[in-house]
Nanobody, 115 residues
Framework: QVQLVESGGGLVQPGGSLRLSCAAS????????VGWYRQAPGKQRELVAG???????NYVDVVKGRFTISRDNAANTVYLQMNSLKPEDTAIYYC?????????WGKGTLVTVSS
């Protein structure tokens, strides 16, 4: 069993930055593939960025160059640095950890980009 807790969300103006954290407990986090997903009102949940246990990363096109995913295995934490935020980035951001057929989700953290 893996427990995931997201933090770092909040209200930010367009062009601003936030860093989200996904803290894990209950397992050696370094072996898991971790993804940040988001769900905006009325829309489906979508993958924003992912990082494998080998530190390979991938991003959805709309955040490339603005968001950076990274992991600190010693701290059992994965981060999502979000820069140049836009109103369309407003959503609840969720952390997911996957290993084989196992998949765990956090409860999410709300990011609101508005002036």
């Amino acid at each position: 069993q893996v427990q995931l807790v997201e933090s770092g969300g909040g209200l930010v103006q367009p062009g601003g930055s936030l860093r989200l954290s996904c803290a894990a407990s209950g397992s050696i986090f370094s072996v898991w593939t971790v993804g940040w997903y988001r769900q905006a009102p009325g829309k489906q949940r979508e993958l924003v960025a992912g990082i494998t246990n080998g530190d390979r990363t991938n991003y959805v096109d709309v955040v490339k160059g603005r968001f950076t995913i990274s992991r600190d295995n010693a701290a059992n934490t994965v981060y999502l640095q979000m820069n140049s935020l836009k109103p369309e980035d407003t959503a609840i951001y969720y952390c997911n950890a996957a290993l084989g057929t196992l998949s765990y989700w956090g409860k999410g953290t709300l990011v609101t980009v508005s002036s």
